[in-house]
T-cell receptor, first 116, second 109 residues
């Protein structure tokens, strides 16, 4: 139980275009989800907290107008990278807290974004 | 912000126990200790968590010192598939997870 599915696994897009990444909780409801970004050989950096039915909360230094988060249902959160640039190329990972883990996180498999 | 300190890297012989330390000297009484690992280009995988008592599951054992200022993750019989980056995280309640730099464990044949 407590499975998080992330789609797509990888995506290549052209500079200036937008890319949407989906994160779904498959067998549980998640009123909160979390989005992370990871650059090569670095640790995971928390970008934002996605809240079902309300605005996301962004970490300091993360541009909310560039990284649009929508959490319209209890099982789906989306991250849209708008007007992508090569420096946005990274590994994006979502997660959701699970009661089974004392609200520790279950993570998706990640999305490798390459902007060319 | 990460509240833990871990060695950057460790090696372990295949079949031997891997003992991964974590220092969390500023931990509060209601903060849990969580361990995750990340294999290259995958999302982090949950391993184990605990509050005060030692814990064991099918993957590993977690030993927390009595003063709770440090803990050790034990993989009893390391295999090549255990090669990964291991993260120790402390968190209060349902607050966010902030990752530190973790320990890169290499299991050697």
């Amino acid at each position: 139980g407590a499975v998080v599915s992330q789609h797509p696994s990888w995506v290549i897009c052209k500079s200036g275009t937008s890319v949407k990444i989906e994160c779904r909780s498959l067998d549980f409801q998640a009123t909160t989800m979390f989005w992370y970004r990871q650059f090569p050989k670095q640790s995971l950096m928390l970008m934002a907290t996605s809240n079902e039915g309300s605005k996301a909360t962004y970490e300091q230094g993360v541009e909310k107008d560039k990284f649009l988060i929508n959490h319209a249902s209890l099982t789906l959160s989306t991250l849209t990278v708008t007007s992508a640039h090569p420096e946005d190329s990274s590994f994006y990972i979502c997660s959701a807290p699970s009661s089974r883990l004392n609200y520790g996180y279950t993570f998706g498999s990640g999305t490798r974004l390459t902007v060319v | 912000d990460a509240k833990t300190t871990q060695p950057t890297s460790m090696d372990c012989a295949e079949g031997r126990a891997a003992n991964l330390p974590c220092n969390h000297s500023t931990i509060s009484g209601n903060e849990y200790v969580y361990w995750y690992r990340q294999i290259h280009s995958q999302g982090p995988q949950y391993i184990i968590h605990g509050l005060k008592n030692n814990e064991t599951n099918e993957m590993a054992s977690l030993i927390i010192t009595e003063d709770r200022k440090s803990s050790t993750l034990i993989l009893p019989h390391a295999t090549l598939r255990d090669t990964a980056v291991y993260y120790c995280i402390v968190r209060v309640g349902r607050g966010q997870f902030y990752f530190g730099t973790g320990t890169s464990l290499t299991v050697i044949p």
